[in-house]
């Protein structure tokens, strides 16, 4: 299922420059073709990183708490983008292994 437009609270991935596979949560999209993107830990959201949407592959996923928060101007912590990254993470991580897992070589 591929997402057609990027929405505050939406999780991407990088496909572009050193941060290449790395998890993002869109903190701003701006009218120009870029977004504001955070990960809780090495950008955070005081100071988001700058991504072109070309540089970016937008996921199916979007972390609802925080987005509701983006919307009506809540205080989110680092912490908990943080989290909702790695929660996600680790169930893609997951789904991969698993698909990997049963992969036909059984003996």
Do not use: C, W
Not at 25 to 33: A, H, M, T, Y
Not at 60 to 88: Q, T
Not at 95 to 102: D, G, L, V
Request: glycine share 10%; aromatic share 10%; charged share 25%.
């Amino acid at each position: 299922m591929k997402v057609k437009q990027a929405v505050p609270g939406g999780i991407v991935m990088s496909t572009q420059g050193r941060d290449a596979g790395r998890y993002y949560l869109i903190k701003e999209v701006l009218p120009n073709g870029f977004v504001y993107v955070v990960d809780g830990n090495y950008k955070k959201l005081a100071a988001p990183k700058k991504k072109s949407l070309k540089h970016v592959k937008l996921l199916p996923v979007r972390a609802e708490a925080i987005a509701e928060k983006f919307s009506y101007g809540g205080k989110v912590f680092d912490s908990e983008v943080y989290s909702a990254l790695k929660n996600y993470s680790a169930a893609a991580n997951g789904a991969t292994a698993a698909q990997e897992n049963s992969g036909g070589n059984d003996v």
